[in-house]
């Protein structure tokens, strides 16, 4: 399996600034994900980022308010921009698997507190 | 009805005792099934991965895939205190993974 690291693990911002999240894979993947993990809630796609190409959203998430950049095979950033309280939750990169089809590999999160 | 159904708990028991996980599903498309296990302040970390219908045991974990009822479960053996987490069950169909809510497991030393 990779090996995810994401930067900042955890930061506290003001309301109405934006905040950038990165993504690092020990190796080439060609999909990578964010995902948002509210308390209570399902793990939910933000978007699909693929190298090279705009990253795919999922209903109710848009490129103004979650830009993402995927420069090369192993990094990518999530900005989440404008925050509000609302915005306060977990943010969580993810990579395909190798074995078969479905399975995803996480990093360890970012825990984001919008006040 | 949402997708994919998992009761949060939280799920309480003592060191030693065989603990089942369950969720159901509605989209009779899903065809790979996944347990993930997440430690509180960590990342989800995939504990089991099971392909169509069937049993898979790795120590002492054993998912079951049911899909004529539309129901997974995920079974601990001897369970330990460090089994403590909570268990994220998902499933595609070669799509998007759809996740369940979680449930929170405690195992009481």
């Known amino acids: 399996s990779a090996v995810i690291s994401q930067k900042p693990s955890r930061d506290i911002c003001q309301r109405g600034t934006s905040l950038t999240i990165q993504c690092q894979v020990d190796s080439q993947v060609t999909m990578m994900f964010w995902y948002r993990q509210q308390p209570g809630q399902s793990l939910t796609l933000i978007a699909t980022?693929?190298?090279?190409?705009?990253?795919?959203?999922e209903s109710g998430f848009v490129i103004d308010k979650f830009p993402i950049s995927r420069p090369n095979l192993t990094f990518s950033t999530l900005t989440v921009s404008n925050m509000s309280p609302e915005d306060s939750s977990i943010y969580l990169c993810s990579v395909g698997g190798y074995r078969g089809k479905g399975e995803q590999y996480f990093g360890p999160g970012t825990r984001l507190t919008v006040t | 009805q949402k997708e994919v159904e998992q009761d949060p708990g939280p799920l309480s028991v003592p060191e030693g005792a065989i603990v089942s996980l369950n969720c159901t599903y509605s989209n009779s498309a899903f065809q790979y099934f996944m347990w993930y296990r997440q430690y509180s302040r960590k990342g989800p970390e995939l504990l089991m991965y099971?392909?169509?219908?069937g049993n898979k045991e790795d120590g002492r974990f054993t998912a079951q895939v049911d899909k004529s009822s539309k129901y997974i479960s995920l079974f601990i053996r001897d369970s330990q205190p460090s089994d403590s987490a909570t268990y994220l069950c998902a499933m595609s169909d070669e799509g998007n993974l759809i996740f369940g809510k979680g449930t929170k497991l405690s195992v009481k030393p």
């Open positions: 980022a693929n190298q090279g190409s705009e990253a795919t959203y």
């Open positions: 099971t392909y169509s219908s």
